[in-house]
């Protein structure tokens, strides 16, 4: 038989260092527990399940295997005392009160302190309002001060599509649904039955990396209310945010050149769109970045940008074109633009510039491949600038590291992503580093010799 108190270190707690919180697990109905932070941590291979007890074998560079286990029955017997006398005031929502009052350096004599009968009555009036969309938009409240406005978006996103699966499955979500049945039912929903709102036609399912972003962001906001002590740990470790390699294209030089030069003398008010994206191809910039600079970020040749979406200033140099379309073009400031206008006219410039080779990519959608055919300039968007100018650069040799200084990436596997390269292209790439390398002749040579 269980006891009602006992310590726990689970794996589904472990920490990006490998450790594991050790919690002090106090239930106090047969259905409803509370998990209590002990602020020891030790990675879960050193836990011992039966014994309730951190192993002998614990290296000890993490601390003296006896003194832990003897921290941590003192902390249980201090929760056994919260919770005696929580019994003895006959104190209804016992869980609360143990969560509310317990810490590792609690001192018992307090609970004997003239003034813990306040203390009991405010524990009882004071109610968390757990309510799973009300928590949501106090998060998103609480960082509205932090993150970008796409960011905030993203939050409200999320909101959105857990009541529509709350609608679809007649029945109401709430921090307690949060299993791996949710997980799986809410995932089928994404794909196959969501309907995207504000779209002219119906439209069902979301893309496998939009679920994704949903799913981390779920993760990170129960994470979020768990440190805050507001919900009890749940158990996210099936929570997997899926993930597939998006279909995106690149313009090659040769490209952005022919969109710089497009005759748009029948839509002048085109012109300022179709200069900003040939700044944006040449510099790497986001449009959260390039709709927003000024003639002072202009410095010796230079663009000095602390980047909206990671907080991280970069410098970047100018080429001669960049620096005419900055300093004579937007002499003044860069024109005010929404991202789905900017979206829209860059695909008619891209038409007017004879982009219209076929493109066909595909997604997944279950177990089933869309596919989709476009021409190539309905595939452009403003992030195809960011992709062109790390791709450009990375074809032409450029370090990665450089790349990454102005691109803002902080980890090459992030920004391999924005790498859009054909296996015709990186073939053509081996072969000129083969002759750069002289390795072909040198083959050539070898076999002479043998022949």
């Known amino acids: 038989m269980l006891l009602p108190i006992k310590p726990l270190c689970e794996r589904q707690f472990v920490r990006r260092d490998g450790t594991s919180l050790i919690y002090i697990q106090y239930c106090y109905s047969s259905e409803k527990r509370t998990l209590l932070n002990t602020e020891i941590a030790i990675p879960p291979n ?16 993490l601390g003296n295997f006896d003194q832990l286990n003897n921290e941590l029955w003192r902390m249980v017997r201090i929760v056994e005392d919260i919770v005696s006398f929580a019994l003895k005031n006959k104190i209804q929502n016992r869980g609360a009160f143990v969560k ?33 969309y009300f928590q949501i938009d106090d998060y998103i409240k609480c960082k509205q001060q932090k993150v970008t406005k796409a960011t905030l978006c993203v939050y409200s996103c999320m909101k959105e599509q857990l009541k529509a699966y709350e609608e679809y499955r007649k029945k109401k979500i709430t921090f307690g649904s949060f299993d791996f049945e949710f997980y799986e039912g809410f995932v089928d929903f994404l794909t196959f039955d969501y309907v995207k709102r504000r779209r002219k036609t119906i439209i069902r399912g979301l893309k496998l990396n939009t679920i994704g972003k949903t799913i981390k962001q779920l993760r990170i906001f129960i994470k979020d209310r768990v440190r805050r002590k507001i919900i009890a740990p749940i158990d996210l470790h099936d929570f997997r945010i899926p993930e597939e390699e998006s ?20 839509y002048p008010y085109l012109t300022e769109y179709r200069d900003l994206f040939v700044l944006a191809c040449l510099t790497g910039l ?19 940008k602390k980047q909206e979406k990671s907080d991280h200033w970069v410098v970047i140099p100018l080429r001669k074109e960049a620096k005419v379309i900055f300093s004579e073009q937007f002499k003044e400031k860069i024109p005010q633009l929404t991202n789905p206008e900017f979206n829209r006219h860059i695909k008619t ?35 195809t600038a960011r992709r062109s100018f790390c791709t450009n650069e990375f074809l032409a040799g450029t370090p990665i590291k450089l790349i990454m200084n102005i691109s803002g990436h902080k980890n090459e596997k992030d920004f391999y992503k924005y790498i859009r390269v054909t296996p015709e292209e990186a073939a053509q790439k081996i072969k000129e580093l083969w002759l750069e390398r002289n390795d072909m002749k040198t083959f050539d040579t070898d076999l002479k010799k043998v022949s």
């Open 349 to 383: 410039i891209g038409k007017l510039a004879g982009l219209c080779k076929t493109i066909k990519f595909s997604y997944k959608r279950g177990n089933k491949n869309i596919e989709i055919i476009k021409p190539k300039y309905d595939w452009i968007t403003s992030h």
């Open 46 to 61: 050193f836990w011992n399940k039966k014994k309730l007890c951190v192993t002998s074998n614990l290296p000890s560079s």
């Open 286 to 304: 986001r449009f959260s970045d390039f709709s927003i600079l000024e003639p002072e970020d202009l410095r010796n040749d230079m663009l000095y």
């Open 100 to 132: 509310n009052i317990f810490h590792p350096d609690f001192n018992v004599n307090s609970l004997l302190s003239p003034d813990t009968s306040d203390a009991v009555e405010a524990n009882e009036t004071k109610k968390v309002n757990q309510d799973l």
């Open 247 to 266: 279909d995106a294209i690149y313009l090659t030089y040769e490209e952005i050149e022919k969109m710089h030069t497009a005759n748009l003398s029948s």
